[in-house]
Nanobody
Framework: QVQLVESGGGLVQAGGSLRLSCAAS????????MGWFRQAPGKEREFVAS????????YYADSVKGRFTISRDNAKKMVYLQMNSLKPEDTAVYYC?????????????????WGQGTQVTVSS
């Protein structure tokens, strides 16, 4: 099992940027696919982005493609989500997640470890 702690959320104006960080603990973090999901008020949690074991493969939701970048540093056991050109519709709680046994993944059901989430609010 992997423990995950997110940080970096906050309040930002539309058009601004934020970088979310996810600190992972566990001996084999490098063998997990890592992802970011988000849940807006009154909506279901949705996939945002994911990265493979060594970061050589990434997936993005269409809504964030070209604006968000996921990356990882296995030596530091960190995963990042750089968010640029933020929009009010990006407002949500953002969750970091880890998928064991998958080179990469996008389905929530594939991710067995989740962080507590960090709030991102984008004002118009």
């Amino acid at each position: 099992q992997v423990q995950l702690v997110e940080s970096g959320g906050g309040l930002v104006q539309a058009g601004g940027s934020l970088r979310l960080s996810c600190a992972a603990s566990g001996r084999t973090v490098s063998s997990y696919a890592m992802g970011w999901f988000r849940q807006a008020p009154g909506k279901e949690r949705e996939f945002v982005a994911s990265t493979s074991w060594i970061g050589d493969n990434t997936y993005y939701a269409d809504s964030v493609k070209g604006r968000f970048t996921i990356s990882r540093d296995n030596a530091k056991k960190m995963v990042y989500l750089q968010m640029n050109s933020l929009k009010p519709e990006d407002t949500a709680v953002y969750y970091c997640a880890a998928a064991s046994g998958y080179w990469n993944a996008i389905r929530q059901a594939d991710f067995g470890s989740w962080g507590q989430g960090t709030q991102v609010t984008v004002s118009s």
